[in-house]
């Protein structure tokens, strides 16, 4: 449940053509209106920290508004969970010139976000409040809100357009299936497979152990898996944003949701499945 850049760049690519197809023609926004602000006081540069209720209390989680367009408003979920919005940093080469408004977001756990140290937080559904309650602090609504998410963000995508589909205008899922247990099933029948044997054989035993912060064990991913299905480029010509992003991914809720392995889902999200549109 990492992060494919390259299909997500290609994504933001037909998501541009999507989005001014559904203009209906209408002049895009103009450089001075694309850019212009509604900030008062201490500029900010479109950052707003927005403070969301959970059932322990009161966090703020960070976002960044990037362009200005009242009809088109991309909300970004990134994945993980855990992860962070910087691998988004790719959509400023493709949306800006397309007049498409878009909007970074750290979930709550997420780098530049609150992280509170509570196992109990870190559920779909609490998520999915989060996400409506992030909607109404940005003003987006049924006639602009646009909900982009990736990977697990993709999950937390569709439960939240499941619960609150009169909120959207549309919908984008990125890399994402809408079932786990199915893709537990492509990982162990595909994915795996894509390995030479002897290197799975090495993966497996680690995994045996639960010996995951093994240099050795990483070194094996990022050869052998990472940079076919994550980047499919070299580790060592990997972009600045995606480095960040890895670097900065709170590792405790990713394994308490996704699982420790990347090949499969052992955490919460295990039996998380909306293939026939219900649990």
């Given at each position: 449940m990492r992060f494919d850049m390259v299909k997500a760049v290609a994504l933001l690519i037909g998501l541009s053509i999507f989005l001014f197809a559904c203009t209906g023609g209408e002049k895009l926004p103009s450089l001075k209106e694309y850019f212009k602000s509604d900030e008062t006081g201490i500029k900010t540069g479109g950052v707003k920290l927005i403070p969301v209720q959970t059932p322990?209390?009161?966090?703020?989680?960070?976002?960044?508004?990037?362009g200005n367009n009242p009809r088109i408003k991309v909300l970004l979920l990134h994945g993980g969970p855990g992860s962070t919005h910087e691998y988004w940093e790719c959509a400023e080469s493709f949306l800006p010139q397309e007049g498409i408004e878009f909007i970074y977001y750290d979930q709550l756990g997420s780098w530049y976000s609150d992280q509170p140290d509570d196992s109990s937080l870190w559920v779909t559904e609490r998520f999915v409040e989060e996400v409506e309650q992030v909607r109404k602090a940005l003003g987006l609504n049924k006639d602009n809100f646009y909900l982009l998410g990736h990977s697990?963000?993709?999950i937390l995508a569709?439960?939240?357009?499941?619960?609150?589909?009169?909120?959207?205008?549309?919908?984008?899922?990125?890399?994402?299936?809408?079932?786990?247990?199915?893709?537990?099933?492509?990982?162990?029948?595909?994915?795996?497979?894509?390995?030479?044997p002897d290197v799975l054989k090495q993966i497996r035993e680690f995994e045996a152990k639960g010996d995951y912060k093994n240099p050795k064990y990483m070194e094996l991913l990022l050869?052998?898996?990472?940079?076919?299905?994550?980047?499919?480029?070299?580790?060592?010509?990997?972009?600045?944003?995606?480095?960040?992003?890895?670097?900065?991914?709170?590792?405790?809720?990713?394994?308490?949701?996704?699982?420790?392995?990347e090949f499969g889902i052992s955490g919460r999200l295990e039996k998380w499945d909306r293939s026939k549109g219900t649990k």
């Open positions: 322990k209390g009161t966090f703020k989680v960070w976002t960044k508004r990037f697990w963000g993709g569709m439960e939240y357009a499941l619960k609150y589909q009169d909120n959207l205008k549309a919908l984008i899922i990125s890399n994402m299936m809408s079932s786990c247990p199915e893709y537990d099933r492509y990982a162990d029948e595909v994915l795996s497979k894509d390995i030479p050869k052998h898996y990472y940079v076919k299905h994550i980047l499919r480029t070299p580790v060592e010509e990997w972009p600045d944003p995606v480095v960040r992003a890895f670097n900065h991914t709170n590792e405790k809720i990713y394994v308490l949701m996704q699982g420790p392995s």
